[in-house]
């Protein structure tokens, strides 16, 4: 059985889940089942994890993109050289302040903040969201389809999803 969005929402809220909270309305507006949800969920597979659960199958748990680090959620996320390089390019896009930090969009992705980044959260969370589904979607297009990661397709794969929400307004500088 398919479970939509808003049926997740219809159960959490007949179990009590406040609704007024800024978390609970962001969780219950993640389109389900999506690449951020499992991520919320921590049920992004990496490296690391599949070695740890399947080791005779997962022989290593080093990043099959860079090979140079364990491939942890983080790596898979955000600190594969590869990609901490896309967050660079792709921050810029999204209009974000140059005080926001590479750890500040971790948080943010985890939802994870605290009241200084509550109006950074607000207003660039579905541009993160799209952001980590551009890198979700170079990772496995790398791993699975063996295409090599190029920034090139990654920036017009971002570009793609941007153009297509209606909530995100693109730099038009860039």
């Not at 990496?46 to 080791?55: A, C, I």
């Not at 920034?151 to 730099?171: C, G, K, N, T, V």
Request: proline share 6%; net charge positive.
């Amino acid at each position: 059985m398919h479970t939509g969005p808003g049926q997740l929402r219809s159960v959490w809220q007949s179990q009590g889940t406040s609704s007024t909270s800024s978390t609970s309305i962001i969780i219950t507006s993640v389109p389900a089942p999506s690449a951020w949800w499992r991520f919320l969920l921590n049920r992004i597979s990496n490296k690391e994890q599949l070695h740890r659960v399947f080791p005779s199958k997962h022989t290593t748990n080093m990043c099959p993109i860079c090979g140079d680090e364990v491939e942890t959620l983080r790596h898979f996320v955000r600190d594969c050289p590869l990609k901490f390089t896309f967050w660079t390019i792709a921050l810029p896009k999204i209009n974000t302040l140059d005080t926001i930090t590479h750890d500040d969009t971790w948080k943010a992705l985890q939802l994870k903040t605290t009241t200084l980044y509550h109006s950074f959260l607000h207003h660039h969370l579905d541009a993160l969201r799209l952001i980590f589904q551009t890198i979700w979607d170079m990772h496995w297009r790398t791993v699975i389809n063996r295409h090599p990661w190029l920034f090139l397709i990654a920036e017009s794969h971002l570009d793609s999803l941007i153009s297509r929400s209606p909530f995100i307004i693109p730099d038009s500088t860039l």
